[in-house]
Antibody
Framework: EGQLVESGGGSVQPGGSLRLSCAAS????????MHWVRQAPGKGLEWVSR????????NYADSVRGRFTISRDNAKNTLYLQMNSLRAEDTAVYYC???????????WGRGNLVTVSS | DIQMTQSPSTLSASVGDRVTITCRAS??????LAWYQQKPGKAPNLLIY???SLDSGVPSRISASGSGTEFALTISSLQPDDFATYYC?????????FGGGTKVEIK
Protein backbone atom coordinates (compact mmCIF):
# COMPACT_ATOMS: atom_id res chain seq x y z
CA GLU A 1 0.00 0.00 0.00
CA GLY A 2 2.67 2.49 1.00
CA GLN A 3 3.29 5.26 3.47
CA LEU A 4 4.35 8.90 3.25
CA VAL A 5 5.68 10.83 6.25
CA GLU A 6 6.36 14.56 6.09
CA SER A 7 8.81 16.43 8.29
CA GLY A 8 10.54 19.79 8.49
CA GLY A 9 7.62 22.07 9.19
CA GLY A 10 7.40 24.63 11.94
CA SER A 11 7.24 28.35 12.56
CA VAL A 12 9.19 30.90 10.54
CA GLN A 13 9.15 34.67 10.12
CA PRO A 14 7.98 36.29 6.89
CA GLY A 15 10.79 36.24 4.36
CA GLY A 16 12.33 33.13 5.89
CA SER A 17 12.93 29.67 4.48
CA LEU A 18 12.02 26.09 5.32
CA ARG A 19 12.60 22.74 3.66
CA LEU A 20 9.96 20.06 3.92
CA SER A 21 10.78 16.40 3.45
CA CYS A 22 8.52 13.48 2.66
CA ALA A 23 9.84 9.98 3.31
CA ALA A 24 8.23 7.25 1.26
CA SER A 25 8.07 3.56 2.12
CA UNK A 26 6.22 0.44 1.06
CA UNK A 27 6.22 1.16 -2.67
CA UNK A 28 8.67 1.81 -5.49
CA UNK A 29 9.10 5.56 -4.97
CA UNK A 30 11.16 6.05 -8.13
CA UNK A 31 8.24 4.89 -10.31
CA UNK A 32 5.78 7.55 -9.22
CA UNK A 33 5.26 11.22 -9.87
CA MET A 34 4.83 13.13 -6.59
CA HIS A 35 3.03 16.31 -5.53
CA TRP A 36 2.73 18.79 -2.70
CA VAL A 37 -0.76 19.97 -1.75
CA ARG A 38 -1.49 22.45 1.02
CA GLN A 39 -4.45 23.44 3.16
CA ALA A 40 -4.62 26.73 5.00
CA PRO A 41 -6.28 26.55 8.44
CA GLY A 42 -10.00 26.02 8.00
CA LYS A 43 -9.76 26.26 4.21
CA GLY A 44 -9.84 23.96 1.22
CA LEU A 45 -7.12 22.14 -0.66
CA GLU A 46 -4.61 23.88 -2.93
CA TRP A 47 -2.25 22.08 -5.27
CA VAL A 48 1.30 23.46 -4.93
CA SER A 49 3.76 21.53 -7.12
CA ARG A 50 4.55 18.26 -8.85
CA UNK A 51 7.67 16.42 -9.99
CA UNK A 52 7.99 13.53 -12.40
CA UNK A 53 9.47 10.18 -11.48
CA UNK A 54 13.10 10.96 -12.32
CA UNK A 55 13.04 14.57 -11.19
CA UNK A 56 13.55 16.11 -14.62
CA UNK A 57 10.21 17.87 -14.94
CA UNK A 58 8.29 20.08 -12.52
CA ASN A 59 5.20 22.28 -12.33
CA TYR A 60 4.22 24.96 -9.82
CA ALA A 61 1.14 26.90 -8.82
CA ASP A 62 1.39 30.58 -9.69
CA SER A 63 1.20 31.43 -5.99
CA VAL A 64 4.54 29.73 -5.26
CA ARG A 65 6.42 29.83 -8.57
CA GLY A 66 9.85 31.40 -8.16
CA ARG A 67 9.81 30.93 -4.37
CA PHE A 68 9.34 27.16 -3.91
CA THR A 69 11.39 24.35 -5.42
CA ILE A 70 10.32 20.71 -5.55
CA SER A 71 12.95 18.00 -5.79
CA ARG A 72 13.47 14.33 -5.01
CA ASP A 73 16.18 11.86 -4.13
CA ASN A 74 15.13 8.45 -5.40
CA ALA A 75 18.09 6.78 -3.70
CA LYS A 76 16.73 8.01 -0.36
CA ASN A 77 13.03 7.57 -1.27
CA THR A 78 12.47 11.18 -0.29
CA LEU A 79 10.59 14.14 -1.75
CA TYR A 80 11.47 17.73 -0.84
CA LEU A 81 9.93 21.18 -0.97
CA GLN A 82 12.33 24.09 -0.50
CA MET A 83 10.29 27.13 0.49
CA ASN A 84 11.92 30.58 0.31
CA SER A 85 10.61 34.12 0.77
CA LEU A 86 7.76 32.76 2.88
CA ARG A 87 4.65 34.86 3.33
CA ALA A 88 1.84 34.79 5.88
CA GLU A 89 -0.44 33.34 3.20
CA ASP A 90 1.84 30.29 2.93
CA THR A 91 0.67 29.22 6.40
CA ALA A 92 -0.89 25.79 5.89
CA VAL A 93 -0.66 22.08 6.44
CA TYR A 94 1.50 20.73 3.64
CA TYR A 95 0.77 17.24 2.36
CA CYS A 96 2.89 15.16 0.04
CA UNK A 97 0.88 12.93 -2.25
CA UNK A 98 1.54 10.11 -4.69
CA UNK A 99 0.34 10.31 -8.28
CA UNK A 100 -0.49 7.08 -10.15
CA UNK A 101 0.66 8.84 -13.38
CA UNK A 102 -2.70 10.51 -14.03
CA UNK A 103 -2.37 13.69 -11.94
CA UNK A 104 -4.68 12.72 -9.09
CA UNK A 105 -3.57 11.51 -5.66
CA UNK A 106 -3.94 7.96 -4.42
CA UNK A 107 -1.75 8.13 -1.29
CA TRP A 108 -1.31 11.07 1.07
CA GLY A 109 1.02 11.82 3.95
CA ARG A 110 -0.34 12.89 7.33
CA GLY A 111 0.60 16.51 6.69
CA ASN A 112 3.04 18.98 8.23
CA LEU A 113 2.10 22.43 9.54
CA VAL A 114 4.04 25.46 8.35
CA THR A 115 3.29 28.72 10.16
CA VAL A 116 4.61 32.01 8.79
CA SER A 117 4.24 34.77 11.35
CA SER A 118 6.19 37.58 12.93
CA ASP B 1 -7.17 28.13 -14.82
CA ILE B 2 -10.13 25.76 -14.52
CA GLN B 3 -12.45 26.69 -11.66
CA MET B 4 -14.24 23.93 -9.76
CA THR B 5 -17.48 24.83 -7.97
CA GLN B 6 -19.10 22.48 -5.49
CA SER B 7 -22.60 22.64 -4.08
CA PRO B 8 -23.86 22.71 -1.50
CA SER B 9 -21.07 23.94 0.76
CA THR B 10 -22.76 22.26 3.73
CA LEU B 11 -25.24 19.41 3.74
CA SER B 12 -27.16 18.26 6.81
CA ALA B 13 -28.40 14.70 6.66
CA SER B 14 -29.30 11.69 8.76
CA VAL B 15 -27.95 8.15 8.81
CA GLY B 16 -29.63 6.23 6.02
CA ASP B 17 -30.28 9.26 3.83
CA ARG B 18 -29.33 9.37 0.16
CA VAL B 19 -27.15 12.42 -0.49
CA THR B 20 -25.74 13.94 -3.65
CA ILE B 21 -22.94 16.48 -3.99
CA THR B 22 -22.40 18.30 -7.26
CA CYS B 23 -19.23 19.67 -8.83
CA ARG B 24 -19.13 21.97 -11.84
CA ALA B 25 -16.05 22.75 -13.93
CA SER B 26 -15.60 26.10 -15.65
CA UNK B 27 -14.72 24.29 -18.90
CA UNK B 28 -14.97 20.82 -20.37
CA UNK B 29 -12.69 18.45 -18.44
CA UNK B 30 -13.99 15.24 -20.06
CA UNK B 31 -13.85 12.67 -17.24
CA UNK B 32 -10.62 13.89 -15.64
CA LEU B 33 -12.13 14.25 -12.18
CA ALA B 34 -11.38 12.80 -8.76
CA TRP B 35 -13.29 12.91 -5.47
CA TYR B 36 -11.75 12.84 -1.99
CA GLN B 37 -13.10 12.49 1.54
CA GLN B 38 -11.42 14.34 4.39
CA LYS B 39 -12.10 13.98 8.10
CA PRO B 40 -11.03 16.62 10.65
CA GLY B 41 -7.30 16.56 11.32
CA LYS B 42 -6.68 13.89 8.71
CA ALA B 43 -5.32 13.79 5.19
CA PRO B 44 -7.75 13.49 2.28
CA ASN B 45 -8.55 10.01 1.03
CA LEU B 46 -9.18 9.15 -2.62
CA LEU B 47 -12.69 7.87 -3.33
CA ILE B 48 -13.21 8.21 -7.07
CA TYR B 49 -11.00 8.75 -10.12
CA UNK B 50 -11.82 9.21 -13.78
CA UNK B 51 -15.21 10.65 -12.73
CA UNK B 52 -16.84 7.34 -11.83
CA SER B 53 -14.21 4.68 -10.96
CA LEU B 54 -14.15 3.63 -7.31
CA ASP B 55 -10.74 3.43 -5.70
CA SER B 56 -9.83 0.17 -3.99
CA GLY B 57 -11.64 -0.38 -0.71
CA VAL B 58 -14.24 2.34 -1.20
CA PRO B 59 -17.68 1.05 -0.17
CA SER B 60 -20.21 0.41 -2.91
CA ARG B 61 -22.74 2.79 -1.33
CA ILE B 62 -20.57 5.55 -2.85
CA SER B 63 -20.94 6.23 -6.56
CA ALA B 64 -20.14 9.06 -8.93
CA SER B 65 -21.11 10.18 -12.39
CA GLY B 66 -20.73 12.93 -14.93
CA SER B 67 -18.56 14.18 -17.76
CA GLY B 68 -17.75 17.47 -19.41
CA THR B 69 -18.60 20.13 -16.86
CA GLU B 70 -21.17 18.53 -14.54
CA PHE B 71 -20.35 15.85 -11.99
CA ALA B 72 -22.00 14.26 -8.97
CA LEU B 73 -21.01 12.15 -5.99
CA THR B 74 -23.79 10.11 -4.38
CA ILE B 75 -23.90 8.19 -1.13
CA SER B 76 -26.87 5.85 -1.34
CA SER B 77 -27.35 5.29 2.41
CA LEU B 78 -25.35 7.61 4.64
CA GLN B 79 -23.39 5.85 7.36
CA PRO B 80 -21.75 7.36 10.49
CA ASP B 81 -18.32 7.00 8.85
CA ASP B 82 -19.45 9.20 5.93
CA PHE B 83 -19.78 12.42 7.90
CA ALA B 84 -16.83 14.36 6.52
CA THR B 85 -15.86 16.98 3.95
CA TYR B 86 -15.74 16.01 0.28
CA TYR B 87 -13.64 17.64 -2.44
CA CYS B 88 -13.64 17.29 -6.20
CA UNK B 89 -10.44 17.86 -8.20
CA UNK B 90 -9.89 18.16 -11.95
CA UNK B 91 -6.79 16.81 -13.61
CA UNK B 92 -7.22 17.91 -17.21
CA UNK B 93 -4.21 20.22 -17.08
CA UNK B 94 -2.07 22.34 -14.77
CA UNK B 95 -2.75 23.97 -12.43
CA UNK B 96 -4.70 21.18 -10.77
CA UNK B 97 -7.57 22.71 -8.83
CA PHE B 98 -10.04 21.56 -6.20
CA GLY B 99 -13.60 22.48 -5.46
CA GLY B 100 -14.26 24.42 -2.29
CA GLY B 101 -15.51 21.37 -0.44
CA THR B 102 -18.84 20.07 0.82
CA LYS B 103 -19.20 19.34 4.51
CA VAL B 104 -21.66 16.55 5.25
CA GLU B 105 -22.86 16.98 8.80
CA ILE B 106 -25.27 15.19 11.07
CA LYS B 107 -28.79 16.59 10.99
Amino acid sequence: EGQLVESGGGSVQPGGSLRLSCAASGFTFSSFWMHWVRQAPGKGLEWVSRINSDGTSTNYADSVRGRFTISRDNAKNTLYLQMNSLRAEDTAVYYCARDPTLWYFDLWGRGNLVTVSS
Amino acid sequence: DIQMTQSPSTLSASVGDRVTITCRASEDISNWLAWYQQKPGKAPNLLIYKASSLDSGVPSRISASGSGTEFALTISSLQPDDFATYYCQHYKNYPLTFGGGTKVEIK
